[in-house]
């Protein structure tokens, strides 16, 4: 699932009837994520300061980072040249010149479309699982004689069915009272006949009736914290898409779009299908993705990319909607047969049926001395207690842990302020399955048609850690996977002070170094520094 979509209410939280939660307005400095806190103020990771320094006349070498993600444009004037080219193909000659399976594939793959087109939505895992199941166990009792492993299955099939109906049930009620605001808003606005009526004119409004109301004062509560009543509609639409893309598609029973992309699903193991369209129908995500790690830093335009010498290979696996563990599996195996020595996965699940699939092809781009970087995710959970796939950890038969491989950290998403609020709210966190935080929020990069947006979550933080590994292993590229990942897990800035999280659904104050493995936010400076004391293995 496209993590930052949950994000989308960024200062309006609706129930019934409409109650506002406010969101702080405060802006950090453009590119903070690469700033340096003593020098700039804000909790950064130094990337400035590395290259002004430690890297100033170095020579490096071009590193391929794969983004697996819903797609990336990549003619965005700030990626273009950024975006790897296989060597051995020829462009759209209807052949696989390099006899790798794959027809065309220029710039990567996607393992969502088919000559029919393309996968833009898809359900959540939770919703394939209950279709899957129910018609097996929708009438079965407790006191049904079942198999042992029915009864485990069984078991899971009610957890699972409760959770979505629950979320179903919040689906639904979420989409009737945006609906309901979007109605009154667009009333009040047409009875003050602005096209962006500001705060004021909203003070001197009196409302019609008690729902205009209480519209009145989502809007105003709004206006407050950010004056743009055009940024207020716009949230108030994705916030419309968003809930209305839950019932439709995300949690609808119905609805099942795998025919589009003409492979046997059955056949996990199937490698070959999909199309050579890389950006798909949405790619805003996967290309602000794409910007964070490897955006041009010299050409005066847009944003400055973490790392400055690495080609980004897309490869399209995620849709609106939960991602498939086959589809997954493949990507990551597309990415290490094709060079990438980087692999961002911006993305995950609360289930994942076929997690053995997944769980060999991360072995195999560990045995390939490739380097994984996965956001932790946005539920404000302990990833120690509930798990968030894909993870590092590997399963035996029965389906209990039997190992982690090493060549993997998990993100957390941190804030530019040193203070108690430096983990982002949303942000998932764990002292075992979280390695490392970075910056996550209001990160600014490319969006298609080459435009730039702020977004925020973990998918942001992820491909900062990306950019970093990309960054070491393009100026010091002896040094395997498993090495860069101990030097930006030991270069940390270590956090001494205590951070307020969500624990069971109330605020508290926590010691930051409770939160992730290394107990701090990654630096570029101090892991550069250390690379450059690193003996190649």
């Known amino acids: 699932m496209i993590l930052y979509r949950r994000l989308l209410l960024l200062f309006l939280l609706i129930y019934s009837p409409f109650i506002s939660r406010s969101q702080s307005n405060d802006s950090p400095k453009p590119n903070w994520q690469n700033l340096d806190l003593s020098q700039d103020g804000v909790f950064g990771i130094s990337t400035e300061k590395a290259y002004e320094t430690l890297l100033k006349g170095k020579k490096s070498k071009t590193v391929i980072v794969a983004v697996i993600d819903g797609g990336v444009d990549v003619n965005h004037e700030d990626l273009k040249n950024m975006i790897w080219v296989n060597p051995k193909e020829v462009a759209n000659d209807g052949k696989d010149n390099d006899k790798n399976g794959y027809i065309d594939d220029i710039h990567g793959w996607n393992f969502i479309g088919s000559a029919k087109g393309d996968v833009h939505y898809d359900n959540l895992e939770m919703t394939r699982l209950v279709r899957k199941l129910q018609p097996k166990y929708a009438s079965v009792l407790n006191s049904t004689p079942l198999t042992p492993e029915e009864r485990k299955e069984f078991g899971e099939y009610k957890k699972i069915v409760t959770e979505y109906m629950d979320k179903l049930q919040n689906a639904q009620l979420g989409e009737a009272n945006i609906s ?71 949690l609808n029973m119905d609805f099942d779009p795998r025919d589009a992309v003409g492979d046997n699903y059955d056949d996990k193991l199937e490698r070959y299908y999909g199309n050579n369209d890389v950006k798909g129908p949405d790619a805003m995500h996967g290309t602000h993705v794409a910007g964070i790690i490897g955006a041009v830093r010299t050409n005066n335009i847009g944003i400055k990319g973490v790392a400055d010498n690495v080609k980004i290979m897309c490869v399209r696996t995620v849709p609106d909607g939960d991602e498939r563990d086959k589809d997954v599996a493949n990507a990551i195996r597309y990415a290490v047969d094709n060079g990438a020595k980087v692999i961002n996965m911006s993305f995950g699940k609360s289930y994942s049926p076929d997690k053995a699939v997944v769980d060999s092809a991360v072995k195999y781009a560990v045995s390939k001395d490739v380097l994984l970087v996965h956001a932790a995710g946005n539920d404000t959970k302990n990833t120690d207690k509930e798990s968030n796939y894909p993870n590092r950890n590997y399963l035996d038969t029965a389906g209990v842990v039997k190992g982690t491989v090493n060549d993997w950290i998990e993100v957390g998403a941190s804030s530019w302020k040193n203070d108690d609020s430096l983990v982002a709210g949303f942000s998932n966190y764990g002292k075992r399955a979280v390695d490392v935080f970075a910056p996550g929020v209001k990160i600014n990069s490319t969006i298609p048609d080459s435009k730039y947006k702020e977004l925020e979550g973990t998918s942001m933080a992820s491909p900062v850690v990306a950019g970093l590994a990309a960054l070491i292993r393009s100026y010091y590229p002896k040094l395997s996977a498993a090495q860069v990942k101990d030097i930006i897990l030991k270069s940390v800035v270590k956090v001494d002070h205590k951070v307020k999280v969500s624990i069971d659904g109330s605020n508290q104050r926590v010691n930051f170094s409770d939160l992730c493995t290394s107990g701090g936010i990654v630096n570029a400076y101090n892991a550069l520094l250390l690379a450059s004391k690193t003996k190649p293995e």
């Open 180 to 250: 309901a605001l979007k109605k009154y808003s667009d009333e009040i606005k047409a009875k003050i006949g602005k096209d962006e009526p500001t705060l004021a004119d909203f003070e001197a409004y009196t409302p019609a009736n008690d729902l205009q109301s209480k519209a009145l004062k989502v809007i105003k509560s709004s206006l407050k914290k950010d004056p743009s009543y055009k940024k207020f509609e716009e949230d108030l639409n994705d916030a419309y898409k968003y809930y209305t893309a839950e019932v439709n598609y995300h």
